[in-house]
């Protein structure tokens, strides 16, 4: 398990904030990465996402953009799913519609057959909003993949000033929290032009709590 003094200290101190009585209101924690002499250029954009050791969401609801199998098997697992011929359907009301959509769910499945057939305008919709669509395979177990999403951040440079995006919760330990930031930014950093002079500050924050600097 990754370790660091000054994580660790950040760590304990949002750990210190009291947490809600219930277990489905406990809080999301989100770590901001401040730049610096960092002027991205088009192919200095990037996005992706990575696989952590700790799960980061406590409850993950799941929409499920699928061709026949895909939606027989989500509403077996009780998940929401649209139908191919639905969501693709042109309408007036499309940026309404889209917006609803990606505004309801915290992230989203497709058929890797349906992929290429969504529209150029819908695939910007999902990434201006982090929540680029995950591939779903008949391979593989819809159950497995949503699994999978529990352990996974999805993130995106778009701005030359700052990159947000959730590592974790209130639920997990202090060790677990700190393993989760670690492997995060040992993984980011290095895709700066710079690598970490390209790094103000790091700080790790509740939604609407404070902020506490990590480096």
Not at 7 to 33: F, S, T
Not at 141 to 157: G, R, S, V, W
Not at 179 to 207: E, G, M, Q, S
Request: with cysteine.
């Amino acid at each position: 398990m990754a370790f660091n003094p000054g994580v660790y200290e950040a760590v304990n101190k949002l750990m210190a904030i009291p947490k809600p009585k219930y277990p489905h209101k406990y809080k999301n924690v989100e770590l901001h990465v401040k730049l610096k002499n960092y002027t991205p250029d088009k192919h200095a954009y990037f996005h992706g996402s990575i696989r952590l050791n700790h799960p980061i969401h406590t409850k993950c609801n799941v929409c499920v953009l699928g061709d026949e199998l895909h939606c027989a098997e989500a509403i077996e697992n009780g998940l929401h799913c649209i139908k191919a011929n639905t969501i693709f359907k042109p309408r007036k009301t499309f940026e309404y519609y889209m917006k609803k959509i990606i505004m309801t769910y915290d992230a989203f499945l497709i058929s890797d057959s349906l992929c290429a057939q969504m529209p150029s305008k819908m695939a910007l919709h999902f990434f201006r909003a982090n929540k680029i669509p995950q591939q779903l395979s008949h391979d593989k177990p819809m159950k497995q993949k949503i699994e999978e999403l529990k352990y996974t951040i999805d993130f995106k440079l778009i701005d030359s000033r700052k990159l947000c995006f959730v590592i974790g919760n209130l639920r997990l330990t202090p060790e677990e929290l700190n393993d989760n930031i670690i492997t995060a930014i040992r993984f980011l950093v290095p895709l700066l032009k710079d690598k970490w002079n390209n790094v103000k500050n790091v700080y790790i924050k509740t939604p609407k709590g404070e902020p506490h600097l990590v480096f």
